[in-house]
């Protein structure tokens, strides 16, 4: 599988931005997919998950409340809407592809088998 990011960039604290992912070379519909992220200095962080349909979605508590993730199976394509960006959202931000089941209830990055390139977040205060 193949996974491509964008969307990030440059956008002032309280701003919002939209992250996509699009996927190609697997049954997208049949996986979970989440997002991470890696500041500067810092391991890579768990930040979304969503279940195969999107009935089911899972946040890190840092983002609950400001961040959705969803997908379009149609358009093998996840998306991350961030909201209330603060400067420590700041970070590199990966999409994933994980397994054909159910989401775990504390996804971690050893939950996901493929990853994209990732695209920079960057928030000004």
């Known amino acids: 599988v193949q996974l491509q990011a964008s969307g990030g960039g440059l956008v002032q604290a309280g701003g919002s931005l939209r992250l996509s992912c699009a996927a190609s070379g697997r049954t997208f519909s049949s996986y979970f997919m989440g997002w991470f992220r890696q500041a500067p200095g810092k391991e890579r962080e768990f930040v979304a998950a969503?279940?195969?349909?999107?009935?089911?979605?899972y946040y890190a508590d840092s983002v609950k409340g400001r961040f959705t993730i969803s997908r379009d199976n149609a358009k093998n394509t996840v998306y991350l809407q961030m909201s209330s960006l603060k400067p420590e959202d700041m970070a590199i931000y990966y999409c994933?592809?994980?397994?054909?089941?159910?989401?775990?209830?504390?996804?971690?990055?050893?939950?996901?088998?493929?990853w994209g390139q990732g695209t920079l977040v960057t928030v000004s205060s």
């Open positions: 969503i279940s195969w349909s999107g009935a089911r979605t």
């Open positions: 994933a592809q994980g397994g054909r089941r159910a989401v775990p209830m504390s996804p971690s990055a050893d939950d996901f088998a493929s």
